[in-house]
């Protein structure tokens, strides 16, 4: 089976207006997000005013003539933060541009200048730059991941872009990923980049795989990436215990002393809620009362001079805490606190 596509030409000035206009959209799972730095986008830019070539774009169309762009998001991210003046340029040597009309040579120094600050022709050179748009209207997500490896093949992708464009349930863990806990835990780059990914592969391991078994260092965490899929069973139950724990984490936050937020923090740090999740698998489970739990999990993380009230906590924390020994060593130290503390709960009511 071959894939059809189709091109059009879009101007710059068209793109930022349907990016505004949300018809041209970047929620594919195979997205990086927004990480171009200024120098980049600058360059970019420098590249449409003196003639070199910008390679083509790649999208999925839609419904509603919607275009998903799969591949091209930096560069139709620059262009409308460019036409917004969301950034200056910077890093340019000095453009010559020759005047088609007299034949003369004019110099810019464009460094430092925001779209409205530019000289009106080189406004007119961005605004009708034209930019070739391969678009596909019949593509599976299995077709999309594979066209994200052929088009980047031989870019230096990071370990985490490989792991999602090579992930067979990248799909339904975009949809895990909707939880409110990781739009708290994360800023908006860090969410759009996708980081919470490898997170819920995280959770999922420490509640549905043996504890000997775990580790997230990457010559073993990375194959299962991409080969993890969860059940609409285990889904719901994910999802269960990311209800407790965000309940635990803002009645922790809703506190106004410092040593209640610290903690808050500390809870949505990856290493400490990676660590909590099977416990708070058991409170689900155990239909344990929340508050009691959110004390527990108050005691053990308000230690002022370290993460813990542990010692073999914290070491298993710092240096090598991807390794499974550390896992374990985590896990216990939280096993022992957490027993103590809800056997003297139990002596109490007794």
């Known amino acids: 089976?071959?894939?059809?596509?189709?091109?059009?030409?879009?101007?710059?000035?068209?793109?930022?207006?349907?990016?505004?206009?949300?018809?041209?959209?970047?929620?594919?799972?195979?997205?990086?997000?927004?990480?171009?730095?200024?120098?980049?986008?600058?360059?970019?830019?420098?590249?449409m005013i003196t003639g070199y070539p910008v390679p083509?774009?790649?999208?999925?169309?839609?419904?509603?003539?919607?275009?998903?762009?799969?591949?091209?998001?930096?560069?139709?991210?620059?262009?409308?933060?460019?036409?917004?003046?969301?950034?200056?340029?910077?890093?340019?040597?000095?453009?010559v541009i020759i005047d088609e009309v007299t034949g003369e040579m004019k110099t810019y120094q464009l460094n430092g200048l925001r779209f409205s600050e530019l000289p009106e022709e080189i406004q007119e050179i961005i605004n009708t730059f034209n930019f070739t748009i391969y678009y596909f209207d019949d593509i599976t997500p299995e077709e999309v991941r594979e066209m994200f490896k052929r088009l980047n093949n031989?870019?230096?992708?990071?370990?985490?872009?490989?792991?999602?464009?090579?992930?067979?349930?990248?799909?339904?863990?975009?949809?895990?990923?909707?939880?409110?806990?990781?739009?708290?835990?994360m800023n908006k780059k860090a969410y759009h980049a996708k980081k919470y990914v490898p997170i819920i592969v995280k959770m999922y391991l420490m509640i549905y795989e043996p504890l000997d078994e775990v580790s997230f260092e990457g010559k073993h965490f990375n194959p299962v990436i991409e080969k993890l899929r969860i059940t609409e069973e285990e889904k719901k139950k994910l999802i269960d215990v990311f209800d407790l724990i965000e309940y635990v984490h803002d009645s922790i936050a809703s506190d106004t002393d410092k040593a209640s937020a610290k903690i808050a923090k500390k809870i949505y740090k990856e290493t400490h809620l990676v660590s909590l999740i099977p416990f708070v698998k058991k409170a689900v489970e155990e239909n344990l009362n929340a508050d009691?739990?959110?004390?527990?999990?108050?005691?053990?993380?308000?230690?002022?001079?370290?993460?813990?009230?542990?010692?073999?906590?914290?070491?298993?924390?710092?240096?090598g805490s991807a390794k499974n020994e550390n896992i374990q060593k985590?896990?216990?130290?939280?096993?022992k606190n957490f027993e103590e503390f809800f056997d003297k709960i139990e002596n109490i009511e007794m």
């Open 154 to 185: 031989g870019k230096p992708l990071s370990t985490k872009e490989r792991n999602i464009a090579n992930c067979e349930d990248i799909e339904n863990i975009m949809e895990i990923g909707e939880h409110e806990i990781f739009h708290e835990m």
């Open 56 to 95: 083509p774009i790649y999208a999925k169309r839609g419904d509603e003539k919607i275009y998903d762009i799969l591949e091209g998001q930096q560069r139709l991210l620059t262009i409308n933060k460019l036409l917004h003046d969301e950034f200056a340029l910077t890093g340019l040597n000095d453009i």
């Open 1 to 47: 089976m071959s894939l059809r596509k189709a091109n059009i030409t879009w101007n710059s000035k068209q793109i930022s207006k349907m990016i505004d206009n949300e018809k041209v959209t970047f929620d594919n799972v195979v997205q990086r997000g927004d990480v171009w730095e200024t120098a980049r986008r600058s360059y970019l830019i420098d590249s």
């Open 292 to 319: 009691i739990f959110t004390d527990w999990i108050m005691k053990f993380f308000s230690s002022t001079d370290g993460a813990s009230i542990s010692d073999e906590y914290n070491l298993a924390s710092q240096a």
């Open 330 to 335: 985590r896990h216990r130290a939280l096993e």
